[in-house]
């Protein structure tokens, strides 16, 4: 048995024969043209011939692949190119497929040289689109996976993307190849394929001739050729039960979420239409952690009126019955303008006029809103949340205007639910610090770690120059967090999460041990989050949570995470 | 002979998906159009001349356009990298 390692750039394991992959070469030979003009115009032929072959093979792809059809088209007209091609075959009276090698074989040592794997990648993708006008060019026809007869793990120098979607998808079993790195297509379209791959393995992957058994493993990186029969069984058990720790994940995603000794964490969901609100239930949720109501303004031309709104929310509370739907009143600003809102401009509008701020001097923006949201609260268990909270005065004056609307709604003869829950969501550092006195004021939190972390961090999260200080599961939040936790339930308060901290599997670990109540998350990470929950114990998590809050990067948290956890570790690995 | 000076804040650079609508921005004038990193220019229509620059995130470019539509086609360019090539927000 020999092992040879490379980047993983797929997850997955697949075990079979190997296949080696040979790029189909054009022998090229310069030739004295005699008619140039004619020999341009059957170059033009072969580029109009290429670009409908790319229409053909990436017509339906979207995202990734449509970014790859979109470079190779751009590349079939890239003037410099074309000039080129152009000049080489007018004034030195070349052949086209010579004029074009050589052209293309400039850009190609150019982007090589730059040292840049994604650069590298794009000389490839030049290779790529030369070879397909070379082959019109010649007439060639031979196809290089001809030999492929049987389910194989492909082994090749580089794969193009033509080369990878050429192959029939149901004899590939996963890819190997001695160039490349965790972004070159193959991995794209590996990915994309649900098939492993291991890329950058260096040439001794194509000195194992075809037909080699191998085990693949694009989890750890490996390529196992010719291996012992145990190894095979070890891997395959472990394929078999990744496999089904997925599906159990989805088996049980409807069921309530208790830790291993039977700490409760609540699962919610953060939505923002009503067709979210049934793929959310779908997916398990427990009920609503966040409820953007914005939707509604976007698709207005104007303000949507109070029996829009009505009959939006009652709809939602409809799918969740008795479950919580926590709504977040709106929540608009100088850095989420309304087109038809003529908001003054700001010279800091994350610092500006947003959320509560915005509503409490604009108090005909949100009263249609909360005057349905109360309505329809009736007979379902809707709770109401406002954003961008910094001080006490901001909660009063906003609890009065929910008076008034009910006291006004009671005159008018509306039936409404005899209590409704309201509480703040913690976003600012002013609202965590003061989050004792908050506490005596509303029902509970919802810990908002996306504007939370920006604010915390002093980083725009729209600048990517400073993105870094605001990504993954930063201390001096976490910090922030943990006397959040402490002083809602000094005052037995609810407290939750509904930033994007609670989508991510390796810090969910710590969020459950820093003592949050409810998670909520986007309706996709639901049946994964539950099952991550459920290795865990409320011990392991509040020692992993107290070592957290003395890391000093979230780079170290994750690492922590990766140690203390490994049940997560494992997980997210095959996931 | 307008000149224009503008960062590329998006986190792959001027690579990708950046690249490509750049290209396809400036196909769309008639003037002839320069883009320099360093000491790289490139014709800002071609995408091969565009990713040779290695124009990651932070790189400043200096954009020079000749001709009748050149104001026009700074000023595409322009908003195009300001608005992190579509993506903000």
Not at chain 1, 96 to 107: G, M, P, Q, T, V
Not at chain 1, 235 to 249: G, T
Not at chain 1, 470 to 480: D, F, I, K
Not at chain 2, 21 to 27: E, G, K, N, P, R
Request: glycine share 8%; proline share 4%; aromatic share 4%.
């Amino acid at each position: 048995m020999k092992i040879l390692r490379g980047v993983a750039a797929s997850p997955g394991i697949a075990h079979g024969p190997a296949f080696q992959f040979r790029q189909p070469s054009v022998h090229v030979k310069p030739v004295t043209v005699e008619d140039s003009a004619a020999e341009w115009r059957r170059f033009e032929a072969a580029l109009h011939l290429a670009k409908q072959q790319l229409a053909e093979i990436y017509g339906s792809g979207r995202g990734e692949l449509a970014d790859i059809f979109r470079a190779h088209a751009l590349m079939l007209e890239d003037p410099e190119l074309l000039e080129a091609v152009r000049s080489t075959i007018q004034e030195r009276s070349l052949n086209a497929e010579a004029a074009l090698s050589k052209a293309a074989e400039a850009y190609v040592q150019a982007l090589e040289s730059l040292g840049d794997e994604y650069l590298r990648a794009r000389a490839v993708d030049v290779r790529d689109v030369t070879n397909r006008l070379l082959r019109i060019l010649v007439g060639a026809t031979e196809n290089s996976a001809a030999g492929l007869k049987a389910p194989s793990i492909i082994l090749a120098g580089d794969l193009t993307p033509s080369d990878t979607l050429h192959l029939e998808r149901s004899l590939v079993l996963g890819f190997c190849t001695a160039e490349g790195g965790a972004t070159s297509h193959v991995a794209i379209l590996a990915r994309g394929m649900g098939r492993p791959a291991l890329v950058g393995v260096g040439s001794d992957v194509l000195a194992v001739p075809s037909g080699t058994p191998v085990v693949l493993d694009g989890n750890e990186g490996v390529l196992l050729v010719d291996p012992d029969p145990d190894v095979v069984t070890a891997y395959l058990s472990r394929q078999a039960e990744a496999a089904a720790s997925l599906s159990e994940a989805r088996q049980h995603s409807h069921e309530l979420t208790y830790t291993r000794d039977g700490h409760r964490v609540e699962i919610l969901a953060n939505i923002g239409s009503e067709e979210e609100a049934q793929a959310a239930l779908q997916a398990g949720a427990e009920g609503v952690g966040l409820l953007r109501t914005e939707f509604l303004y976007m698709r207005s031309q104007g303000l949507p009126g109070e029996e829009e709104q009505y009959r939006a929310y009652r709809s939602i509370v409809g799918v969740f019955g008795q479950r919580p739907v926590i709504l977040r009143t709106l929540d608009i600003g100088g850095d989420k303008p309304l087109a038809y809102l003529d908001l003054p401009q700001e010279a800091n509008p994350f610092l500006g006029q947003r959320g509560i701020r915005l509503c409490l001097k604009r108090p005909d923006l949100i009263r249609p809103q909360l005057r349905a949201a109360l309505r329809a609260a009736h007979g379902g268990n809707l709770k109401l949340m406002f954003p961008m909270v910094a001080s006490v005065a901001e909660v009063r004056a906003a609890r009065g205007l929910v008076e008034a609307c009910r006291a006004e709604l009671q005159a008018e003869g509306h039936s409404l639910a005899s209590r409704l829950e309201i509480g703040v969501m913690v976003e600012t550092p002013a609202a965590g610090l003061m989050a004792d006195k908050l506490a005596a004021e509303v029902d509970f939190f919802s810990i908002g770690t996306n504007d939370l972390s920006q604010y915390t961090m002093a980083a725009d999260r729209t600048n990517a120059e400073v993105a870094s200080l605001t990504a993954g599961p930063q201390p001096a939040v976490l910090r922030l967090i943990a006397s959040v936790v402490a002083a809602a339930h000094q005052r037995a308060k609810r407290v939750g999460l509904c930033g994007e901290l609670a989508s991510d599997l390796a810090t969910i670990p710590v969020l459950v041990g820093l003592g949050l109540d409810e998670l909520s998350m986007s309706g996709a990470v639901i049946p994964l989050a539950k099952h991550v929950i459920r290795t865990l114990t409320l011990d392991q998590v509040q020692d992993l949570a107290r070592r957290a809050l003395e890391a000093t990067s979230a780079d170290e948290v994750l690492r922590l995470v990766a140690e203390r956890v490994p049940a997560v570790r494992e997980f997210l690995s095959r996931a | 002979m307008p000149d224009l000076i503008v960062t590329v804040n998006h986190k792959v650079g001027l690579h990708a998906r950046p690249a490509a609508l750049f290209v396809q921005t400036a196909a769309k004038f008639k003037c002839s159009i320069k883009v320099t990193v360093g000491e790289r220019t490139a014709n800002a229509k071609s995408i091969l001349s565009v990713l040779t620059l290695g124009a990651g995130q932070g790189a400043v470019l200096a954009i020079h356009a000749e001709g009748e539509d050149a104001d026009q086609a700074l000023a595409a360019l322009g908003a195009l990298v300001r608005s992190n090539f579509g993506e903000e927000g």
